[in-house]
């Protein structure tokens, strides 16, 4: 596979639909061509200690950020339908899923790629299969992990090696 969107979901809850913030990372022949990212409001808009001990992201930050769906449709157009890839993606399908079903809007059923799985069956002898093991595997350091552009990017350069 050689044209794909790398995604990256961070969540404020425990609710997969809370998304607070969404990288995108656009592939076409191999080659990043672009790099997407949005601060969402979250759905439903709290965010707990342990989410942001994960990505730093607070209420502050994001409560004048856009909703889900009004990022999204530009960011959708811009991915020429391509398949998405995603590294652990059953995560970031599932945000999908839930962040339209909180809207009541029907799920296009988005093809998704896992570099997670890919990870574990083509390179058995890491030590673990987390992003930033894979990703260095490859070359590539991810410096500012949990931020979802950065994480995005990381992802597609794994799948640039592994798909």
Not at 15 to 24: D, P
Not at 61 to 71: A, E, G, M, R, Y
Request: glycine content about 2%.
């Amino acid at each position: 596979m050689t044209d794909f969107v790398a995604i990256d979901f961070e969540t404020a809850n425990a609710k997969r639909s809370s998304i607070c913030s969404l990288g995108l990372v656009i592939v076409e022949n191999n080659i990043i061509t672009d790099r997407l990212y949005s601060l969402i409001k979250p759905e439903p808009n709290f965010y707990t200690s342990f989410t942001t001990n994960v990505h730093g992201l607070t209420f502050q930050d994001t409560i004048q950020s856009p909703l889900f769906f009004d990022v999204w449709a530009q960011l959708l157009a811009k991915t020429k339908n391509l398949p998405f890839v995603a590294h652990n993606s059953s995560f970031d399908s599932s945000c999908l899923k839930a962040i339209y079903a909180s809207f009541d809007v029907d799920y296009p059923n988005f093809e998704f790629y896992c570099t997670l799985k890919t990870a574990r069956q083509k390179l058995p002898q890491l030590r673990n299969h987390q992003l930033g093991t894979v990703a260095q595997y490859f070359g590539y350091d991810l410096k500012n992990h949990h931020h979802a552009l950065a994480d995005a990017e990381a992802c597609a350069v794994i799948a640039t090696h592994l798909l």
